[in-house]
């Protein structure tokens, strides 16, 4: 299974890019992506909403293959 | 109407998207850009936003304002990229039969829309630049 992974704001600065395409594991969640992806860096404690196919998702909510998996930090807008 | 835009936001286009007969009043909410934060002078400011995700939430949290507030037509546009300081950052259009819900509508939309759709801010200092997040109180993709 591979989900696409949106990156935005520090998350895209930190890794260079605005897309990853990710193998994921069955039982994989938004959650557990962005701990493998930023569980060991400097904004692993940023507090970040999930949004799963471009709509607000659980930090738990099953992913399925080709999702569009998406890190919100902190809302600028405004 | 609800979009996001990379260039300078049109009011005209908005008043022209929620004016009709039955309207009472029209309220212009208008975001505009700082020259300083916190004493550092900001340069610039650039907003980067999860695109169809930003415009979806614009819809939704417009849709949710005319339910709850009878009467009431809501338009809201974003702008993304470069913004220049004292230029607007996001313009909201309400029309309503009466002032009270008119300004109810403008202040649900503005709340909202800081809490909920996905566009961030970056200033840019003459000695660096930083990711600006909206006050906690707006925060979260529940905030109502």
């Known amino acids: ?78 | 109407m609800f979009v996001l835009q990379d260039g300078p936001l049109d009011y005209g286009a908005l008043r022209a998207a929620v004016l009709h007969p039955g309207a009472g009043c029209v309220l212009l909410f208008e975001g505009v850009t700082r020259d300083t934060f916190e004493g550092r002078r900001v340069l610039r400011l650039e907003y980067e936003a999860y695109g169809p995700m930003a415009e979806a939430e614009l819809a939704a949290i417009g849709a949710e304002v005319q339910a709850e507030l009878p009467g009431v037509r809501v338009a809201m546009a974003h702008r993304v990229g470069l913004v220049p300081v004292s230029e607007p950052s996001v313009l909201i259009a309400v029309s309503a039969p009466h002032r009270v819900e008119g300004y109810e509508a403008s202040r649900r939309c503005i709340e909202r829309l800081k809490a909920r759709v996905p566009i961030w801010k970056r200033e840019v200092y003459a000695d660096g630049a930083s990711w600006k997040e909206n006050s906690p109180s707006s925060r979260g993709p529940d905030g109502r």
């Not at chain 1, 990156?7 to 493998?36: H, K, M």
């Open chain 1, 1 to 78: 299974m591979i989900v696409t992974v949106r990156l935005f704001a520090a998350l895209r600065e930190l890794r260079g890019c605005e897309e990853l395409r990710c193998p994921i594991e069955p039982g994989a969640t938004p959650q557990s992506l962005f701990v493998g992806l930023f569980g060991d860096g400097p904004l692993a404690r940023l507090p970040v909403a999930y949004a799963v196919n471009a709509a607000y998702a659980r930090g738990d909510q099953a992913l399925r293959d080709g999702d569009e998996v998406a890190f919100l930090p902190p809302l600028g807008g405004g």
